[in-house]
């Protein structure tokens, strides 16, 4: 069983930066999917980005080409924010699709995609 644990979320001001944690275990292999999510309040949950793990390839949104950075060492998958925005505000969860994925990153945007699931942590940027 998978388990994922998020941590590192805080309130900044506008510009400020914050790297985000994905602490992962029960994986049987080191080659998964992890995706960041994101959720606003009144939002659908959005991709933010995705990296396949051991391989390195990566997906970014749009919204977040240029300034957030994923990278992963051993079981943990990182999120750093940069020049962060009001927003970029909003609950962040990690998420694993187990198992080698040719399709990830790529095809792999959509939160149905994902087997599981952080508990999240909290980004609020402020103007």
């Known amino acids: 069983q998978v388990q994922l644990v998020e941590y590192g979320g805080d309130s900044v001001q506008a510009g400020g930066s914050l790297r985000l944690s994905c602490a992962g275990s029960?994986?049987?292999?080191?080659?998964?999917?992890v995706g960041w999510f994101r959720q606003a309040p009144g939002k659908e949950r959005e991709g933010v980005a995705v990296?396949?793990?051991?391989?390195?390839t990566t997906y970014y949104a749009d919204s977040v080409k240029d300034r957030f950075t994923i990278s992963e060492d051993k079981n943990t998958v990182y999120l750093q924010m940069h020049s962060l925005k009001p927003e970029d505000t909003a609950m962040y969860y990690c998420?694993?699709?187990?198992?080698?994925?040719?399709?990830?990153?790529?095809?792999?945007?959509?939160?149905?995609?994902?087997?599981?699931w952080g508990q999240g942590t909290q980004v609020t940027v402020s103007s």
């Open positions: 998420a694993a699709r187990p198992g080698w994925d040719r399709r990830c990153p790529r095809d792999r945007t959509s939160e149905s995609e994902y087997n599981y």
């Open positions: 029960g994986y049987s292999s080191p080659y998964n999917c």
């Open positions: 990296i396949r793990t051991a391989y390195g």
